[in-house]
């Protein structure tokens, strides 16, 4: 074989590796929070801390039943139709509001489920979220969710760097994670 | 024999469930220099499988392990 050719060939391998590189997954995990269960957002809030202390990035999209957990119950706002204020009112608050996907028994159930997490030390949900921010985990609120619902920008948490978008930004996410969850 | 491992800081994680004790040591590790060694006491009983897939993942080292009745000692040197 010329040793022109073999240089070439080279050439091309390296072009290609390039191009592979450009093209692997980032060392990230991308999650879709659809459940607005207490345990499910917990251990949403887990994995994705965990994530960042590991040395990834993580992003989590809140999306239909988990939309609700990023309202701020302390933020009112007005303007809304009969049935914007119906949800509004129906579907809970933020994350306080949550209940068991099991075992709820009324409310009782989570009553427990949070006073026995107490004793054990294990992190509430507001305090997984306040450190999640700490951490830089990302947060992104579903848009068609919000509209649905009828749940405007202004009555959402105070998470830095919150931002509304639509199911491209996820998968656009969801294509360079490494990991994807669907909770 | 070396098996005197002096730590150049010590982290008290005793009490703290899953996954304080990982994402604290994440925190803590910048605290020290690149060789130095950070020691970690937990409590929490997955943290002897999470403390080595923590130091594989973050490219550390785990050069010693001590484990008590309830609690858990480990010795960590930071690589990167």
Same mark, same amino acid.
């Given at each position: 074989m010329e040793l022109g050719n073999i240089e070439k060939q080279i050439e091309e391998l390296k072009a290609q590796v390039s191009a592979l590189d450009k093209k692997a997954p980032e060392n990230k995990i991308s999650m879709i929070v659809f459940s607005g269960d207490l345990d499910k957002a917990l251990a949403s809030f887990i994995i994705a801390t965990g994530s960042v202390a590991m040395g990834m990035d993580a992003v989590m999209f809140f999306t239909f039943? *988990?939309?609700?957990?990023? =309202? /701020?119950?302390t933020k009112h706002v007005g303007g809304k139709d009969l049935m914007g204020n119906m949800f509004g009112t129906m579907l809970?608050? *933020?994350? /306080?509001q949550t209940k068991l996907s099991k075992m709820n028994m009324g409310g009782m159930g989570t009553a427990m489920m949070k006073s026995l997490m107490k004793k054990k030390n294990i992190a509430s949900l507001p305090e997984m979220i306040s450190m999640a921010g700490e951490l830089g985990v990302k947060i992104y609120v579903c848009e068609m969710s919000m509209d649905l619902m009828g749940f405007? =920008? /202004?009555?959402?948490? /105070?998470?830095?760097g919150i931002e509304f978008c639509g199911v491209a930004k996820f998968l656009e996410e969801a294509v360079n994670s490494k990991v994807q969850l669907f909770m | 024999m070396n098996d005197e491992i002096k730590a150049d800081k010590i982290m008290d994680l005793k009490g703290l469930p899953c996954p304080m004790p990982i994402v604290k040591v994440s925190k803590g590790i910048n605290d020290i220099e690149v060789g130095q060694i950070l020691q970690a006491i937990s409590t929490d009983p997955g943290s002897v499988s999470d403390f080595p897939a923590w130091a594989r993942t973050s490219g550390n080292e785990i050069v010693k392990t001590e484990e008590g009745d309830a609690e858990f000692s480990f010795y960590i040197k930071r690589i990167v």
């Open positions: 039943w *988990g939309t609700p957990m990023m =309202r /701020d119950k809970p608050s *933020g994350v /306080d405007k =920008r /202004d009555e959402m948490i /105070d998470y830095p | -």
